[in-house]
C-alpha cells in the first residue's frame, strides 16, 4: 500500500441485506461529515465496497470487485473493504489484494474516518474489532432522506443455525437502546421520512427500556413509534418465529401505522432438517405463529425465506417444503441454494446434495412461491389501497410507490414523491401492480 492524498470524494456499494444498506449510508453520513463528497464509482478517491458474506463465493466475488476498480491509466481509488467478508477475512484481504487501504468490520465501521487517514499516509489500517461501546454513538446525525428509511434497531445473532455466518460476522444479539431508536426516528422524520423499517437480523428479539423504566419489546416500541407526528408507516424485519410475543401480534391488529405484511423465514418444511439446521422450531409451530398473526390480522402478507438442498435433504424432505409454502401462502418470498460457509457447522455435515439435484428443488420451488405471489397481486386488482410514492418511474409523470403489502405499484399521478395517495388497483404482474389515482370523493 503506497500513501496517497487523503480522499476528497468516495463512492459506497453495498451488497445483500437491508443491514447493508443502512450500514452503507451510515458510512455515507459519516464520510460526508468529513468533509468528503459523493462521487460517481469510477470517478471517486475513495471506493468502499460494503460486502455480504451469507452465501457464494463472497470472498472470490469481492476480489474480482476489487480488480475491476483498476482505471484506464492502471490507478486505483483508496479502496476499503467493509462488511460481512471483512469481518471473516480480516488482513487476509490485504494480503491478497495489496491495493486495499482499509479493511473494516460491520461493527467497527464508525472509525473510518481515522482509518482512511492511516491508509492515506501508506499504512494498510485494519479493523474487524467488536468494540464494546457500540458505533452507534460515534456517528453523525442522520441526513436527507427518502420517504422510505431503514432504522437498525437490533443487530446480531445468538441462533446458531447451522448453516449461517451471521452469528460469526456480526456477533451476539444486541439491541439499541429506546431513546437512541426513538431520536433516530424523529431526525429521520424531520428529514423526509414517512415510513420507517425497523431492521434487525432478529428484529422480534429487540428489548429495551422506555423512558420511564418499563421493559418493552418490539411491540411497545412500535407503539411509541406510531405517535409520533409526520410518520405514516412502520414496518420491521426480520423476524425469528421462535420470538414472537403476544403483544407483537396484537400490535397487527391495533396499531394504526404497522403495515400488514410480515416477514418470517422457516427455511425447510421437513421437521427432520429443521432440527439439523437447529432452527429451534418446527413446520407446526410455525404454521400456528402464522395462524396468531392472521387472527390479529387477516389481511397481513407473508413473506419467507428458504434453503433447498440442506445437507441430507431428500425428496421427501423437500416435498415437505413444497406443503409448507402451500399451507402458509406467500405474498413473496426468497430461496436459495444451500451454500456450505467456512467455519459453520454445516459445512461439515455428511449429505451433499448434488448441484443438479438442488438447482431443480429450487426451480420446482420457485414455481410455486411465484405462482403464489402472481395470485397475491391478482387479488389486488380493482381493489383500493393506499401507495405511498418513492421514486420516479420509468415515462414521464409516472411514479412508482409501494402499498401495505408492499407491493411496488406503478402509475401516473400529479402527486409528489413522498405524498401518499390513494389508488385503484387495475392491473398485476409477477412482481408489480399498476393503479390510478383514485378520484377524492367530496367529504
Ligand atoms: N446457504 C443458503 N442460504 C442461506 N441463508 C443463510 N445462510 C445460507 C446458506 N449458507 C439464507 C437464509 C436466510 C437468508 C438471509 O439467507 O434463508 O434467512
Ligand atoms: Fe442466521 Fe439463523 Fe441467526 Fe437468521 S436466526 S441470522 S438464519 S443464525
Not at 449510508?25 to 464509482?41: C, F, N, W
Not at 439446521?277 to 402464522?290: A, F, K, Q
Not at 406467500?330 to 456450505?340: G, L, N, T
Request: charge should be negative; proline fraction near 6%.
Amino acid at each position: 500500500m503506497n500513501p496517497s492524498a487523503s480522499p476528497r470524494t468516495f463512492h459506497v456499494k453495498s451488497f445483500g441485506c437491508q443491514m447493508n444498506v443502512y450500514d452503507g449510508a451510515r458510512m455515507a453520513e459519516l464520510l460526508e461529515a468529513q468533509g468528503l463528497s459523493a462521487a460517481e464509482g469510477g470517478e471517486a478517491d475513495l471506493v468502499v465496497l460494503n460486502t455480504c458474506h451469507i452465501r457464494e463465493k463472497a470472498a472470490e466475488k469481492v476480489y474480482s470487485e476489487i480488480g475491476r476498480l483498476q482505471r484506464d491509466d492502471g490507478s486505483k481509488p483508496m479502496i476499503a473493504v467493509a462488511g460481512c467478508v471483512a469481518q471473516a477475512e480480516g488482513g487476509e484481504i490485504a494480503r491478497r489484494a495489496p491495493s486495499v487501504g482499509v479493511v473494516v468490520g460491520p461493527q467497527a465501521y464508525h472509525r473510518l474516518p481515522e482509518l482512511v487517514a492511516k491508509a492515506a499516509g501508506g499504512v494498510t489500517a485494519i479493523d474487524t474489532d467488536m468494540p464494546a461501546e457500540p458505533k452507534f454513538g460515534a456517528l453523525p446525525a442522520r441526513r436527507r432522506q427518502a420517504p422510505s428509511a431503514f432504522l437498525t434497531v437490533q443487530e446480531g445473532c445468538d441462533k446458531f443455525c447451522t448453516y449461517c455466518v451471521v452469528p460469526y460476522t456480526r456477533g451476539a444479539e444486541v439491541s439499541r437502546p429506546w431513546a437512541q431508536v426513538m431520536d433516530e426516528a424523529r431526525a429521520l422524520i424531520d428529514m423526509g421520512a414517512r415510513e420507517i423499517t425497523l431492521l434487525g437480523q432478529n428484529v422480534n428479539a429487540w428489548r429495551g427500556e422506555d423512558e420511564a423504566g418499563r421493559s418493552q419489546g418490539l411491540d411497545g416500541l412500535i407503539r411509541a413509534l406510531d405517535r409520533l407526528p409526520g410518520l405514516e408507516r412502520i414496518r420491521y424485519t426480520t423476524s425469528h418465529p421462535n420470538d414472537v410475543e403476544e403483544g407483537l401480534v396484537r400490535a397487527h391488529g391495533e396499531v394504526g401505522k404497522l403495515m400488514p405484511y410480515l416477514h418470517l423465514p422457516v427455511q425447510s418444511g421437513s421437521d427432520r432438517i429443521l432440527k439439523a439446521m437447529n432452527r429451534s422450531h418446527d413446520s407446526g409451530s410455525y404454521l400456528r405463529v402464522i395462524e396468531r398473526f392472521r387472527s390479529a390480522r387477516p389481511d397481513i402478507a407473508i413473506s419467507g425465506d428458504f434453503i433447498v438442498g440442506f445437507p441430507g435433504e431428500t425428496d421427501e424432505d423437500f416435498e415437505a417444503t413444497l406443503r409448507i409454502v402451500d399451507a402458509t401462502g406467500y405474498a413473496q418470498a426468497y430461496s436459495f441454494k444451500y451454500s456450505p460457509r467456512p467455519g459453520t457447522p454445516a459445512a461439515t455435515m455428511d449429505g451433499h446434495v448434488p448441484a443438479a439435484v438442488a438447482g431443480e428443488r429450487l426451480q420446482r420451488l420457485q414455481a410455486l412461491l411465484n405462482q403464489q405471489q402472481l395470485a397475491f397481486n391478482q387479488a389486488s386488482v380493482g381493489q383500493r389501497t393506499n401507495v405511498l410514492l418513492e421514486r420516479a418511474g420509468k415515462h414521464p409523470g409516472q411514479l412508482v410507490g409501494k402499498s401495505p403489502w408492499l407491493q411496488s405499484v406503478h402509475l401516473e399521478t400529479q402527486a409528489a414523491i413522498g405524498d401518499l395517495v390513494d389508488v385503484e388497483i387495475l392491473s398485476a404482474g409477477p412482481n408489480s401492480l399498476a393503479g390510478a389515482e383514485a378520484v377524492k370523493q367530496a367529504a
